[in-house]
């Protein structure tokens, strides 16, 4: 091999653990979001969260939905969406035992660690 060759083969492999690591940011992990009943947990039957990288929250990436028989939602709601790092816009629905809701919709930063969202004020009396 001649030592351009040499070179380009060297720079070559040297790009590719960068871009991996660059482009890892952006590749979905799994995070793990603690949306906070805590006191008011009793009142709480339905918990709907909805996830969207756009700030206006237009294109919602993730949604789901946890049930509880009345009295029965624990204080700390554990979700562990599969989303890359970034920026989010998260809608939360709370409905209480007399199916009254109340939404909260917060922007939220996710990196990869965990993050809690306190709704607590917000759960229907």
């Known amino acids: ?10 720079l070559g492999a040297a790009a590719v653990p960068l ?13 793990t979001v603690h949306y906070v009943l805590g ?3 009793e ?15 237009d294109d919602w990436t993730r949604e789901v939905s946890f049930r509880y028989p009345a009295g029965r939602a624990p204080r700390v709601v554990t979700h562990e969406p ?3 790092d970034g920026e ?6 709370l409905v209480a035992a007399d199916l009254e809701h109340s939404v909260v919709r917060r922007q939220v930063a996710l990196r990869g660690g965990v993050t ?4 607590s004020t917000w759960v229907p009396r």
């Open 1 to 10: 091999m001649d030592r351009n060759r040499v070179g380009r083969f060297i």
């Open 39 to 41: 006191g008011a947990a």
């Open 82 to 84: 599969r989303l890359p």
């Open 88 to 93: 989010y816009t998260v809608e939360i629905e």
């Open 43 to 57: 009142r709480v039957e339905e918990v709907d969260a909805r996830w969207s990288e756009d700030a206006r929250g």
């Open 116 to 119: 809690s969202i306190d709704v």
């Open 19 to 31: 871009a991996v690591f660059l482009a890892g940011e952006r590749w979905p992990k799994d995070q």
